[in-house]
């Protein structure tokens, strides 16, 4: 390692604004599998497809329509 480094031509993290905050969720197995299961086909993290997945529904203001029997 160097004594100093120099960070004058250094840029801002472009991603900064889209930092990810951990939490404690509980879904059922069955759901957990679904989205592992797309995410193998898709070749991603399924934690990443989950996010990708509600972030959708957010942006483009999704309601859920339950009936309850």
Not at 20 to 34: A, F, V
Request: proline share 3%; net charge positive; charged share 35%.
């Amino acid at each position: 390692m160097r004594k100093s480094y120099d960070f004058s031509k250094s840029v801002k993290n472009p991603y900064a604004k889209r930092l990810k905050k951990q939490i404690t969720i509980r879904l059922d197995e069955n759901t957990i599998l679904y989205f592992k299961t797309m995410a193998e086909d898709k070749g991603i993290p399924y934690q990443s497809l989950i996010n990708l997945y509600l972030r959708d529904c957010a942006n483009e203001h999704r309601e859920l329509k339950t009936r309850w029997a």
